[in-house]
């Protein structure tokens, strides 16, 4: 028997968590943490909360980037896991087909009757390199177009149609591409016209700045692309699985159906990585044309009786719980309450999003006093107020929020979609005693700017 003990472990070597990641990890992460005091230690999570070792309450309004869905330890979804590794399943064998990965398909494509197959990998960034590499594969073209200012993930081909330098700069070359203005279909056109192009991949809302695509253009461009015989590929992995009030964001536009649909994050439960690529036959007939090219595309751990477990567990809840249409009442409502307090903070100009994917833009404000405070933040870089606001959110508030990306004015909300009115309540609150203290001057608020300042005038 071994001596292996978690519990003990975590109990000795726990409190050096952040020493830890100095040393062996990403040295810039601590650091980043401990600049902006969200260096917290969290002993316990459940729902839409965590609670620190004194007991407090943190609301969780990020859901780790979107992949607690369900929010964390969902007792349907915990379940599902203790079964699936009680059954002591002849996982993985290579040589055998098991259920769980044709349920969970079949399940799926319920939700997308004019898609046919389905690959399962391991994370968003490799639903979006399944797609990429079907795509081209299918219509023997080799340039793939995306939006300005996308997310498509980190590796290698999806980083090839991320839409920030920032990202990009010092990994080329990377995959034939061109970028085109979300919404702009003649710049679509012009880029079709030369003849090798194989797809189209677009966030029905963007992540960074939580951007829509304009009425109608998802099925404009849809037309465009099929009469160019390229493809429309949507990436969900953040809109997908009910975030934005339908089962998929492309879903709000009539008419539209993508070729290929990337799917990830909530499907994992929070618990294991897994990633999905649905698809139309024709393609999936194309890419795996014969037996000598069975294993063509695969993953190690793509399919793995846990994550399919923890899928066929998480689409069982949203159904049960009727997950979809409440992010779908939620949302309003809390859009509905922040686009109400526009007219009352001229620092606030924005309330966008569906369901429970929202953007909170701050702009240029009209009095003297706190136009020449935004002047001076934005002299030393763009972002810095959001990030203003989403620091005493936490510190005061206990709310964890994010920045929607870099150099920008724009929180983004994206909780796990089981909160509810007293979650809503709870933040608008908050939100508008930040707010209060952000239009009247208060001294914390502009005394952490000031420290942002320095940081970033330093880092240049």
Known sequence: MTGFDLARLLAERGGERYDLHTRHLNHQLPRMLHTIGFDKVYERAEGAYFWDAEGQDYLDMLAGFGVMGLGRHHPVVRKALHDVLDAQLPDLTRFDCQPLPGLLAEKLLGHAPHLDRVFFGNSGTEAVETALKFAR???????????????????????????????????????????????????????????????????????????????????????????????????????????????????????????????????????????????????????????????????????????????????????????????????????????????KYELLHDVRGRGLMIGIEFGRPTSLGLRSRWTMLQAARKGLFAQMVVVPLLQRHRILTQVSGDHLEVIKLIPPLIIGEREVDRFVGAFTAVMDDAHGGGNLMWDFGRTLVKQAVAHR
Not at 271 to 289: C, E, H, M, N, Q
Not at 297 to 306: E, K, L, M, V
């Open 137 to 343: 594969y299918a219509t023997g073209k080799p340039r793939i177009l995306y939006c300005t200012h996308a997310f498509h993930g980190l590796t290698t081909g999806s980083l090839s149609v991320n839409g920030e330098d920032g990202f990009r700069d010092g990994f080329a070359p990377l995959l034939p591409d061109t970028a085109v203005p979300l919404g702009d279909l003649d710049a679509l056109a012009r880029e079709l016209a030369k003849g090798d192009v194989a797809a189209l991949i677009v966030e029905p809302i963007q992540g960074k700045g939580v951007h829509e695509a304009p009425p109608g253009y998802l099925r404009a461009a849809q037309d465009l692309l099929h009469r160019h015989k390229a493809l429309l590929i949507a990436d969900e992995v953040q809109t997908g699985l009910g975030r934005t009030g339908d089962f998929f964001a492309y879903q709000h536009e009539d008419g539209v159906a993508p070729d290929l649909v990337c799917v990830a994050k909530a499907l994992s439960g929070g618990y294991v990585p897994v990633g999905a690529t649905l698809g139309k036959d024709w393609i999936f007939r194309k890419v795996y044309s014969s037996m000598d090219r069975v294993l063509v595309h695969s993953a190690s751990f793509g399919s793995n009786a846990q994550a399919m477990a923890a899928g066929l567990a998480v689409l069982a809840v949203m159904e049960d719980e009727q997950t979809v249409a409440h992010a779908r009442h939620t949302g309003d409502l809390l859009r509905g309450r922040l686009a109400e307090l526009i007219p």
